[in-house]
Nanobody, 124 residues
């Protein structure tokens, strides 16, 4: 059973940076596409970024393009989300997700494994 554990969330001010990490165990990490999603209070879960199994290609939501960077270290079974120039509207619980597909998608339904989430709060 694949387990995903996120870390790195916290309370920051607008304009600050955070790096989220997601450590995977129990599966063949380098065969999974990985993604980050987020869910703000009273809103649906939304796609943030995804990265293919090799790390060579990534997708981003328009709202984070140019500010967030997803990356992975297959030797460490870890995926990262570097978040720069944070805005109050980035406040949400951020979830790491893994897909048995080699190429990630923006659809939450295409991901098979999910972490518990880490809270990111950006104050204005």
């Amino acid at each position: 059973q694949v387990q995903l554990v996120e870390s790195g969330g916290g309370l920051v001010q607008a304009g600050d940076s955070l790096r989220l990490s997601c450590a995977a165990s129990g599966g063949t990490f380098n065969r999974y596409a990985m993604g980050w999603f987020r869910q703000a209070p009273a809103k649906e879960r939304e796609f943030v970024a995804s990265i293919i199994w090799s790390g060579r290609n990534a997708l981003y939501a328009d709202s984070v393009k140019g500010r967030f960077t997803i990356s992975r270290d297959n030797a460490r079974n870890t995926v990262y989300l570097q978040m720069n120039s944070l805005k109050p509207e980035d406040t949400a619980v951020y979830y790491c997700a893994g897909s048995r597909m080699l190429v990630g998608t923006v659809r939450a339904a295409s991901y098979d494994y999910w972490g518990q989430g880490t809270q990111v709060t950006v104050s204005s």
